[in-house]
């Protein structure tokens, strides 16, 4: 196998071309390359002599932080594969896919402690736990200081192209999450699609602001990596991070979801001086409304914007440039797409009888590429639905212009973007459902100015028993992560609309909210 399909390549060759160039930023603590590779090298060692072995799965639950990515290369350096957690999610939530994918290894931080009690009750795999601060709350485990100082440097376990690097759970249809699965030449590939799009490059500067869990930021961060910038960290997102940080540190490159950018530009602190090092912005992961992409063009005229469109199947899909991101009657049709194919990316829209269809007829988008994921982990049956013959099923609708621009312009999969986070209707309704007054239930997502969509129940009540949003949000607090409660409720009289399949028509339902916004 070449390096280029190798995620642990771009560190070795980073540390042998430029030793002293900054690798990592944390606050006052920072890295040299060299320090990246011997500090990874040894924290592989250190996994190797607790017995890891070639594929057990290292999961992180962690806010984000350098030891994040510490904690991904070692787990690559030894040859095992990343399970990145999502923090958002309930401890039921975690527990559900750590089982599932048999995590051997838990590396945790401060902020998640008091979960860790209740994931190891619940995930009888998990062997060892790793303590990612120095001065931790926990009481179990090996600390990942100790671990780094004890362990002898380990050879790279020299994984690379179709071996499994990452296991990434999304949303799942049948109301359980299901781990993608990412092999090291989809996430390299992944870092060379897009490297060239962001003009990203050894003397750039890349601050992971969305949270690392995301194959979003894994995508953005990897090509970062790839080239040998520096990566800079805040442990999450705030406004007022963001510009401190992207001031102090000299910020060229970043990505954010809709939703940051929109708080972002309306921050009574925002200042374009504190953001005047930044070069490139890209951002995905759920529909920009149109007002925050325009207010970004002239509150940012100096920086470039570039859309991302994919899942976490297959990332990216399709790209929309900086060129692209003008205002202009010229420009007005193009801004509304999702850009083009990606560097190696093949796309096709799929009639109903699974043909493919002429530019600007509806259907089902269709990818073809080397960042396709493996399959989805223990799950054959929704494997062989979404990848057939090598081409990943998207379930969005969409169709392409005359000039190879992608247009979405509607779900055949019942999900929500939200603020970034995919959320599955069944999982919510599943929680719902078990509410006293509910009758029957569906949730879609209505168009949201500040989170892209929100998640919205459509109720159909029991005689005599009241129900509000607010008992809503409390039934289902504790069931599914916060992001997952609906947002707004609204009832509907008799029973839902069903198709001939007796399936409910969920566009019927969307209809009222979606005809007058600008999806």
Not at 437 to 457: D, K, M
Request: charged fraction near 20%.
């Amino acid at each position: 196998m070449v390096a280029s399909e190798s995620l642990t390549a771009p560190v070795k060759a980073a540390a042998s071309s430029t030793p002293n160039g900054i690798a990592t930023v944390m606050g006052s603590r920072q890295q040299t390359w060299g320090e990246l590779q011997d500090a990874v090298s040894r924290l592989a060692g250190g996994l190797l002599a607790l017995g890891v072995a070639s594929n057990d799965r290292v999961a992180i639950l962690s806010m984000n932080s350098d030891r994040y990515t510490e904690a991904l290369l070692a787990t690559w350096w030894a040859g095992a594969c990343a399970v990145p957690v999502n923090i958002r999610w309930t401890a039921s939530e975690m527990i559900y896919s750590l089982n599932d994918c048999s995590a051997a290894v838990l590396f945790v931080d401060n902020v998640f402690a008091e979960l860790c009690p209740a994931i190891l009750e619940g995930v009888s795999s998990i062997k060892h736990v790793i303590r990612m601060d120095d001065a931790s709350s926990l009481d179990v485990g090996v600390s990942m200081g100790e671990l780094r100082r004890s362990g002898s440097p380990a050879q790279d376990a020299g994984r690379s192209g179709e071996d499994l690097a990452g296991v990434f759970y999304t949303g799942g249809t049948t109301g359980f999450p299901k781990g993608v699965m990412l092999t090291h030449r989809a996430q390299c590939s992944t870092a060379a699609a897009l490297k060239d799009e962001l003009r990203i490059g050894p003397d750039s500067v890349y601050l992971h602001a969305a949270p690392m869990f995301h194959v979003a930021d894994a995508a953005a961060g990897g090509a970062a990596m790839s080239t040998g910038a520096t990566n800079v960290y805040i442990p999450s997102f705030s406004t007022e991070g963001f510009q401190e940080t992207v001031k102090l540190a000299k910020v060229t490159h970043s990505l954010l979801v809709p939703t940051m950018i929109g708080m972002l530009l309306e921050a009574p602190e925002f200042s374009v001086d504190a953001l005047e090092t930044l070069e490139t912005l890209l951002y995905g992961a759920s529909p920009m409304p149109r007002a925050i992409v325009e207010q970004a063009l002239e509150k940012l005229p100096s920086v470039s914007l570039v859309q991302g469109y994919g899942q976490t199947e297959s990332v990216p899909i399709t790209v929309l440039p900086a060129d692209h991101h003008r205002l202009g009657a010229e420009y007005e049709q193009k801004l509304r797409s999702a850009g083009r194919p990606a560097q190696g990316v093949q796309i096709k829209i799929l009639g109903e009888d699974g043909g493919e269809l002429p530019t600007h007829e509806v259907g089902e988008i269709a990818v073809y590429s080397a960042m396709n994921m493996k399959g989805y982990w223990n799950a054959p049956e929704q494997t062989q639905k979404t990848l057939i013959d090598g081409w990943v099923h998207t379930g969005d609708g969409g169709f392409v212009d005359e000039d190879g621009f992608l247009y979405i312009v509607d779900r055949m999969k019942d999900m929500i973007v939200t603020g970034g986070e995919n959320v599955y209707s069944a999982e919510v309704e599943s929680a719902v459902s078990t509410h006293e007054a509910v009758e029957q239930v569906a949730v879609i997502g209505i168009p949201s100015g500040e989170w892209g969509e929100a998640v919205h129940a459509v109720v159909v009540k029991r005689a005599g028993v009241e129900l509000s949003i607010d008992d809503l949000k409390t039934h289902c607090k504790g069931k599914i992560a916060n992001y997952k409660i609906p947002r707004s409720l609204s009832f509907h009289d008799g029973a839902l609309p069903l198709s001939a399949a007796g399936k409910v028509l969920k566009r019927e339902l969307r209809q009222p909210f979606w005809e007058t916004a600008d999806a």
